[in-house]
């Protein structure tokens, strides 16, 4: 969910790298992630933002197994990909190895963001 364009005057691209991960299943998968960690506050971003899970759920799976006598051992939160439009312009570099021929000096352009719990 991008489209290559080009990089506007004073702004800069964030660079990325390939995750691979085995699945206890032996299923590879691989995900392209953005280096958010380059980024300069005050220049690149504002505020952060991580979707988290609420306080009033913790309590309400105390109270359930107080309630009820249930023994907590821990608590696993099982979360979904959560897609959501973007309110800034975000440039990353296309990938090393998948640059589209005969555009490799554009940069990708994300139309919606996936937010990692």
């Known amino acids: 969910m991008y489209e290559l364009v080009n990089l506007l005057l004073n702004r800069k691209a964030i660079g ?10 032996g299923r590879k998968r691989a995900r392209l992630v953005a280096k958010g ?3 300069v506050k005050g220049i690149d971003y504002s505020e952060i933002f991580s979707p988290v899970i609420c306080y ?12 009820e006598n249930w023994y907590i051992t ?9 897609y959501q439009k973007l309110n800034k312009e975000i440039y990353m570099k296309q990938p ?7 555009q490799g000096s554009k940069v990708m352009r994300p139309t919606m963001c996936v937010v990692w719990p």
């Open 16 to 25: 990325n790298r390939w995750v691979l991960n085995q699945k206890m299943d």
């Open 37 to 39: 960690y380059l980024q």
């Open 56 to 67: 009033e759920s913790i309590c309400l799976m105390f109270t359930l197994a107080a309630l």
């Open 74 to 82: 821990g608590l696993d939160v099982k979360t979904v990909f959560l």
């Open 96 to 102: 090393k190895g998948f640059t589209t021929r005969g």
